[in-house]
C-alpha cells in the first residue's frame, strides 16, 4: 500500500521527467542562425558544426567574451 509520501514522490518525479523532456524538445528544435547576430556575416558550416548553437561568428564571439570579462 502506497502513502502519501510515496505519490508525493511519484508526482515530484514526473513533473521532473516532464520539465527535462520540454527542455530537450526546445534545445533539439533550436535552429542554428546563419548569420552572426553582431555584424550580420554568414557563420561558416565549421563554425556551425562546433558549437550547434553559434549566433556569432568568431571575431564578435571573442569581442563579446572580452567585454563580459
Known amino acids: 500500500m502506497t502513502d502519501i509520501f510515496d505519490r508525493a514522490s511519484d508526482l515530484e518525479q514526473w513533473q521532473r521527467d516532464k520539465a527535462i ?17 553582431d555584424c550580420g556575416e554568414p557563420i561558416p558550416e565549421a563554425r556551425r558544426n562546433a558549437q550547434r548553437h553559434c549566433t556569432r561568428c568568431v571575431p564578435c564571439q571573442t569581442k563579446y567574451e572580452k567585454g563580459r570579462a
Not at 21 to 37: D, K, N
Open 21 to 37: 523532456a520540454i527542455a530537450r524538445e526546445q534545445v533539439e528544435s533550436t535552429v542554428t542562425s546563419l548569420g552572426c547576430h
